[in-house]
């Protein structure tokens, strides 16, 4: 059986890569439970920037931030014969907003997955859910270290209860003598008092120097050691601030002989020869909210006398009498402890035995052999990791259709452009490109589905267009909260979406007064249509003269000016295509699937050979450019992608996803080709998370949609031009799978 460790690693200064190190080491030499011998490796996370002298064990590094070291990373892994993947989890030691960077690395992988937990948040930010909801659901199992973290993942985070595993944080197998221990630090004369782990402001070593004065009236011997160094995240934004605040209050308190802060990060060996040499050990934290506590762990499995706040692990590990528990920041109970514990040095006695007791049931070689009998088993049940299936699209696993944040961001003027998460920016005013596609959304649901919120909505949405028009036919764009117009005129871009929108209520009007008015607004604007220069322009435009001319082919005035636009196309295409770029220019920008989208909506209407050729040409090249793994893969705005340079990852925005799921409907219709509709669902996915960061942007709570993501993670404003996004591709993927029932290709 062979391993791959995916956490921080030593040297590295971090309780995690400790962790990660005594589980490696205790399962590859553990073989005790299994009938194979165990092998592994590790890849270990690199932290802004810093490099470490790594043993041989560790194969690759990621650095924290570089998002194409995880994807190398995962194509390593799969190719290094490993069979299965243990993956260390902490939100701060893997990439972007809240180590999201973490999740297409593990969608990638084919081997099965064991994820183990260090840190559960029981009132999680919306991305902190996210992204623990789609560890749990890659993983085959997940590894807790407290029952406290059962009752989390499954009541706040919805994980299935078989799927998790219980196993207790291991202790090192390594024992020192009390008094020895005392002796080799020249404390055969104090009574040692320890703290431990890195330290920061939630650690509460200020309640403990408070509790001391009353202790040394009676005790004078009594030594408080603080030992481990700051929190390099703490360093790097506070400096020593917490530190010297302590030290401070020791001076006040005129504790210097009794108090001692030790700056280091010890080694294994040293840190279990001051727990054995301490006479009560203490983890004073400041609030409830810690799963798991490597340091309390090592404590009572080296059997010392632990004195704790509540907080959820302490609270577990500490019940049946093997510690003490004190109410957080309260120095007067936590002096009437000490008091007691020194008084009574039987009492003290008993503590440390049971601690020894329990401690030695959890020792690394027992956990680690755990691990090895849950890995071992899980390969045995031959898991399907990665098992390409035929997408079929299935309206079960698709959200509701709701037309609540459109509601909340409209008001009686027309749709607000931008949204401060789920809220309209009022700040920002509204457009003509987003009254455009409401119109366009809400005509369709009301065609597909009746929803009579979408036909009251519809008017306000072609009032403001027909508002926004100006005498010549062109259309101004902008429009303050306080009606104030803020350009002159429009973005063709805006023309076209406009023009899209008129010619599809032509096509598909709900009453004659809607007819009538996208008439006049329609064929006042006609005169500009040839006068059209941007190809987004013009394709938008084609869009919306071909559902006109579906319900009036007799028309062929317009038909011949959608002849002349699409040439326009054919033209931009002709002067840049060369034999490895099939495009219309010499970048992919934004909003590139309305490109060939337009052609094939002309090749419908013109039946012309040459305009479907490149449609097709165009269409495929440009799946080839985003498709990875089955996937969308959007070329993000972040720096576009130039011929012959390379593509952005990120700054992937949903108006792109939503014309490529429009290009595979379009041509469906045309081909009746079953692909296009596999294609066509798998770009509405992106949406639901089968993207590059493998996170949801849709948010079940508003029923909007996100921004998009960029570096850092999922963008949470959900303005109205992504939000329309989704609800456009959603009605266009229950059509296809009316269309795809009514030719009888879904069995």
């Known amino acids: 059986m062979k391993i791959v460790y995916i956490g921080t690693y030593p040297p590295r200064e971090c309780g995690i890569g400790t962790f990660t190190m005594n589980l490696y080491k205790s399962m590859v030499t553990n073989n005790e439970t299994t009938d194979n011998k165990v092998e592994g490796f590790i890849v270990a996370m690199n932290d802004h920037e810093q490099t470490y002298d790594y043993p041989e064990e560790v194969k690759l590094v990621i650095r924290q931030e570089h998002q194409r070291d995880y994807l190398e990373a995962v194509k390593f892994i799969n190719l290094s014969g490993a069979d299965i993947c243990v993956l260390e989890h902490e939100f701060g030691i893997y990439g972007g907003q809240n180590g999201i960077y973490i999740l297409p690395l593990l969608h990638r992988l084919e081997i099965p997955l064991i994820v183990t937990l260090h840190t559960i948040v029981k009132s999680p930010s919306y991305t902190e859910k996210a992204v623990l909801q789609e560890l749990c659901k890659m993983a085959h199992k997940v590894v807790v270290m407290s029952h406290k973290a059962i009752e989390f993942l499954t009541g706040i985070y919805n994980v299935d209860k078989d799927k998790i595993v219980y196993i207790e944080h291991g202790v090192p197998d390594i024992q020192f003598n009390h008094e020895m221990s005392k002796k080799e630090f020249k404390l055969e004369n104090r009574k040692l008092f320890l703290t431990f782990g890195i330290l920061s402001r939630n650690k509460g070593i200020e309640t403990v120097i408070k509790a001391l004065p009353k202790v040394i009236e009676k005790y004078p011997d009594v ?125 003290l006695k008993d503590l440390r035995k049971k601690a020894f007791d329990y401690g030695k049931t959890i020792t690394w070689p027992k956990s680690g052999g755990k691990y090895n009998d849950l890995a071992a088993q899980i390969i045995k049940d031959n898991p399907k990791v990665f098992v390409k299936k035929e997408t079929i699209i299935d309206p079960l696993v698709m959200p509701p259709f709701s037309l609540d944040h459109i509601k909340r961001l409209t008001d009686d003027t027309g749709i607000i452009q931008h949204a401060k998460f789920g809220i309209p920016n009022l700040k920002e005013g509204y457009c003509l490109d987003d009254n455009a596609r409401a119109l366009l959304m809400v005509l369709m649901a009301y065609k597909q589905l009746k929803d009579e919120t979408a036909i009251n909505l519809a008017p306000i949405y072609l009032s403001y267009i027909n508002y926004m028009q100006n005498k010549d036919g062109t259309f101004r764009n902008f429009l303050s909260f306080n009606r104030n117009f803020l350009d002159e005129v429009g973005s063709e871009d805006s023309f076209g979406r406009a023009i899209w929108a008129l010619g599809y209520l032509l ?10 008015t996208g008439k006049v607004v329609f064929f006042d604007a006609s005169q500009n249509f040839e006068k059209l220069q941007s190809i987004r322009g013009i394709a938008n435009t084609i869009l919306g003269i071909s559902y006109y001319l579906k319900s009036n082919p007799s028309d062929e005035s317009m038909k011949g000016i959608l002849k002349n636009l699409a040439e326009k196309l054919i033209r931009h295409f002709e002067e840049n295509s060369i034999e490895n770029w099939k495009w219309f220019e010499a970048l992919f920008a934004y909003d590139n699937g309305i490109l060939p989208l337009s052609l094939l909506h002309s090749a419908e209407i013109l039946q012309d050979e040459k305009i479907t050729q490149i449609a097709i040409e165009s269409m495929d090249f440009l799946t080839s450019v985003t498709f ?3 996937y969308l893969s959007i070329v993000g705005n972040e720096k576009w992608y130039k011929k012959d340079g390379e593509r952005s990852v990120f ?49 079940f709570e508003t029923k909007g949609c996100c921004d998009g993501f960029e570096r850092y993670g999922v963008n949470r404003n959900q303005g109205a031009e992504s939000s329309l996004a989704y609800l456009i591709s959603h009605l266009t993927v229950l059509q296809a799978f009316e269309e795809f029932e009514k030719i009888d290709i879904l069995v």
């Open 507 to 516: 096509g598909n009007a709900p009453n004659d007064a809607y007819y009538q």
């Open 651 to 699: 700054a992937q925005q949903p108006l792109d996803a939503l014309a490529m799921v429009l290009m595979y409907h379009q041509a469906f219709h045309l081909t009746k080709d079953k692909e296009y509709i596999n294609k066509l669902f798998s770009c509405f996915m992106w949406f639901l998370g089968e993207n590059d960061l493998r996170m949801s942007l849709f948010d």
């Open 223 to 347: 030594l408080y050691m603080v030992l481990g160094k700051t929190h390099p995240n703490v360093v790097r934004h506070s400096g020593e601030e917490y530190r010297n605040f302590l030290q401070r209050m020791v001076k006040s308190l005129k504790l210097d002989s009794h108090v001692v802060f030790i700056n280091e990060f010890i080694n294994q060996k040293e840190l279990f020869k001051y727990l054995s040499a301490s006479d009560i050990y203490i983890t004073p934290y400041l609030n409830e909210a810690q799963i798991t506590s490597g340091t309390l762990s090592y404590a009572v499995g080296v059997g010392s006398a632990v004195v704790s706040t509540p907080y959820w692990h302490a609270a577990e590990l500490l019940s049946g009498g093997i510690g003490r528990l004190f109410n957080f920041n309260d120095s007067e109970e936590l002096s009437k402890i000490f008091m007691d514990l020194l008084d009574n040095p039987e009492v």
């Open 628 to 630: 990875k793994e089955d």
